[in-house]
């Protein structure tokens, strides 16, 4: 069966400091990868998506970048962190857009 | 970006019916419907998705309006652990887009 992984659970970062958040899939090959932002009491910001390894769309400009150096592996980053990169991060996968989407548990992230 | 429209809140009494909205009206013609619901601090979780015809499940059952302007969630017997918030989404391409959800409050 198909598993997402994500961690860590919860980060407290300080303002400035690089962030590596890290999210693997098991069980499926080629998925569609997704990395959204929820912030608190608001619905999920689809952030970055990839088809392959290698591909990323950014679909909001922002101080984060997303990699994706394996087939199921999907990296989320920040050079500087900013108070406003606070938030639950949340990785997915799916197979297409016709079809369910899976979420990790999620990385709730706090910047001080 | 796909739009969708939701009321933020509903009620419901324990082991009733529980019909959802959802407005869509700027729908493209490939876009499927998707449904999801998330608890506090969890992942959402997929609920059901269709293209044209209305689809059921073993969680619920989702009715696609004949111009796919609108749709409803339907779960059947609403139970206390049903109550998450019920985010309606199209998927345009390879993207989901999630809208603010509906907040279900299960009344026992």
């Known amino acids: 069966s198909q598993t997402i992984h994500q961690w860590p659970a919860t980060l407290v970062q300080p303002v400035g400091s690089p962030l590596s958040l890290e999210c693997t899939v098991e069980?499926?090959?080629?998925?569609?990868l997704y990395w959204y932002r929820q912030a608190a009491g608001r619905g999920l910001q689809l952030l970055f998506y990839?088809?392959?390894?290698?591909?990323i769309s950014s679909e909001v400009p922002q101080n984060l970048s997303a990699s994706r150096p394996q087939d199921r592996q999907f990296i989320l980053s920040s050079k500087k962190l900013l108070l406003s990169d606070s938030g639950f991060y949340l990785c997915a996968w799916s197979t297409s857009g016709h079809t369910e989407a899976f979420f990790g548990q999620g990385t709730r992230l706090t910047v001080v | 970006d796909a739009k969708t429209t939701q009321p933020n809140s509903m009620e419901s009494n324990e082991e009733e019916p529980v019909h959802l909205p959802c407005n869509h009206s700027t729908i493209s013609g490939t876009d499927y419907i998707h449904w999801y619901r998330q608890l506090p601090s969890q992942g959402p979780e997929y609920v059901i998705h269709g293209l044209t015809s209305n689809v059921n499940n073993r969680m619920a059952s989702l009715a696609i309006a004949e111009d796919r302007k609108s749709s409803t969630l339907i779960l059947h017997r609403a139970t206390l652990r049903d109550a998450a918030v019920y985010y309606c989404i199209l998927s345009a391409g390879n993207q989901f887009y999630f809208g603010t959800g509906t907040s279900l409050t299960v009344i026992p």
């Open positions: 069980g499926t090959s080629n998925p569609n």
């Open positions: 990839s088809v392959g390894i290698g591909q």
